[in-house]
């Protein structure tokens, strides 16, 4: 079995415009899904840098010549069961996004409620995400000593990273705004821990011998 292989890209180098889309139209040379979810799972380092690069998922598809609507990915048993748990969640937010999917299934949002027997559409609230949540968020978890660089932020929350850059401009912004210093956050070549952190963590989970020998390693490595 061959695993196809997308495009190359040096680890710790930042990206380029043109790199992100060549890598990109790559994936779809390869028959590859160009999805968020897909590519995430794929690279995330290549999805962070569609997001700082071009701005948008939805600003990637225009480039490829993809029609947005036509990446949808769920059936609309799962839209529709989405949509009641977020009713009974009082998610509003979460109710406009299935409303949309919804209707690129059936358009009249009647019919919608009519067979699938639900309520009307909420209004959306005017902002789900000012810039106090943003910061609030960004301390908060920095004191339950969780990493905020942008690898980890993907990870864990990509509205809260989406919600910095659009109410900031850029995510350094945010973090700056926050309090935080942006260099000392990123870590080396943007890895989600710096090295010496890293090294602990193998150390733990090695054996024994393994554990002497980076660890005899990392000392002589100071020495010099």
Not at 17 to 32: G, P, S, Y
Not at 192 to 201: E, H, I, K, S, V
């Amino acid at each position: 079995m061959t695993t196809k292989v997308t495009h190359k890209h040096i680890y710790g180098q930042p990206w380029t415009r043109e790199e992100v889309i060549k890598a990109m139209r790559q994936r779809v040379r390869q028959k590859l899904p160009v999805s968020f979810r897909e590519v995430f799972r794929d690279d995330s380092r290549l999805c962070g840098a569609v997001l700082r690069k071009l701005g948008s998922w939805t600003a990637m598809y225009k480039i490829l010549g993809i029609k947005p609507e036509n990446m949808r990915t769920w059936p609309l048993r799962k839209v529709i069961r989405s949509l009641r748990e977020a009713y009974h969640q009082k998610d509003v937010n979460r109710c406009q996004y299935c409303w949309k999917l919804a209707r690129r299934f059936i358009p009249s949002r009647a019919l919608i409620r009519k067979k699938f027997n639900l309520p009307a559409p909420p209004k959306r609230l005017p902002t789900i995400w000012p810039r106090e949540k943003v910061i609030k968020c960004l301390q908060e978890r920095m004191r339950d000593k969780k990493l905020i660089n942008t690898t980890a932020i993907l990870a864990d929350n990509r509205f809260l990273y989406a919600a910095a850059r659009h109410r900031f401009g850029s995510y350094k912004k945010a973090v700056q705004a926050a309090g935080f210093d942006y260099d000392s956050i990123k870590g080396k070549g943007g890895r989600p821990f710096p090295g010496t952190a890293l090294q602990r963590r193998l150390c733990d989970k090695a054996s024994p011998e393994e554990r002497d020998r980076r660890q005899g390693v990392q000392t002589s490595g100071t020495d010099h």
